[in-house]
């Protein structure tokens, strides 16, 4: 066990230094880094408490990890966001338990929780505050994840995981299982009053855990706020005849630059990107794409991407390799290229290739 403290305390301070000596850190780097060095801390608290022979259960890490999960996806997705000093107190429950129970020196056995002691108070309130944290912080933080994941359709054409989080999904998720796990665990030894420790050494080994994946995701996540910018000011007020003339024109922007310019081959393409070569503000695209066009830009992109696609996969004088055509259309990798043409089109891009050289040979 005090191998496991000291082991987190080295790769929860190694990640914090790796992520915050991230060139151009933005601020939810910082905010890892931060998360990362709390880590250690908890680590730190970890390995003294077990030098002094003095295994406290009252671990408080899932008070910090809540409120640093919410606020790193919140640094991650929401536009403008900035850390201010109010939002210490966020971590005022994790500052108040790890001081008392180091301050106190007091014993918390799983098997005696709910012993009419001393101590019963603190631990009853203890044990509320961190399942209050921990529904409250991770339904916020899965919000804003999936948010963010609705929004990307409107600004980009090319998805991949780091855009949409999704190592940070996959933690929130799995954060969860393993939190309902071990309440269930814990209660089954307060039940029948086992004095094991299972719990406490479940609890710092997927601890562990988390801290080399968040540190080998952090190092790897880019900023993905450079993808928005600030919503376009609304023109004034037009009447309607007006208003639908602009749409129609809007509209032959959007489909002369995408169609005719071939706008869409280009991998990086993006709403920004589109509302500067049309010439029309982002608000504007983006309503004439989901009212007036019935799509939304990542569909409409890629619902051109996979046309081309068809058109050159069914020419029997193609020399290209399915996957150079892929790259040729505007499909940004491999995997992006089959997934969202087999759910497009029904099968993949071999086997639509197939299809269409037999119906010519017939």
Known sequence: ??????????????????VGSKSNASLPDKILSIWLLLMAVVFLSLGLDIRSNSFTTLTSSFLLFNPLLYLYSAGSTVKGFKLKWTHTFHLLPFIFFEAY??????????????????????????????????????????????????????????????????????????????????????????????????????????????????????????????????????????????????????????????????????????????????????YLVTEVLNNRMGTNFFTYVNGLRTQEAKRLLSSPDNKYSIEAIGFECGFKSRSSFYTFFKKSVGMTPNEFKLSALRQKDV
């Open 101 to 282: 129970s180091h301050i106190t020196k007091i014993e918390f056995l799983p098997g005696a929780y709910f012993e009419r002691d001393g101590e019963f108070l603190i631990r009853i309130i203890f044990g509320v505050v961190n399942i209050a944290s921990w529904f409250g912080y991770t339904a916020v933080a899965l919000m804003l994840i999936h948010k963010h994941r609705m929004r990307l359709k409107d600004e980009l054409s090319s998805i991949d995981s780091m855009d949409k989080l999704s190592w940070l999904l996959f933690i929130s998720i799995f954060y969860t299982v393993y939190w309902i796990v071990l309440l269930i665990v814990s209660l089954t030894i307060v039940s029948i009053r086992s004095s094991s420790l299972f719990p406490m050494v479940y609890n710092y080994a997927v601890l562990l855990g988390m801290a080399f994946i968040i540190t080998y995701y952090g190092v790897r996540q880019r900023e993905i706020a450079r993808f928005f910018r600030e919503a376009d000011a609304e023109s004034e007020s037009i009447n309607e005849g007006d208003e639908n003339m602009r749409h129609v024109n809007v509209e032959r922007a959007i489909r002369s630059f995408m169609e005719e310019e071939r706008g869409f081959t280009n991998p990086e393409l993006s709403l920004q990107s589109l509302s500067e070569s049309s010439g029309f503000p982002r």
């Open 1 to 18: 066990m005090e191998h496991l403290a000291w082991i987190g305390l080295s790769q929860s301070l190694f990640g914090a230094l790796l």
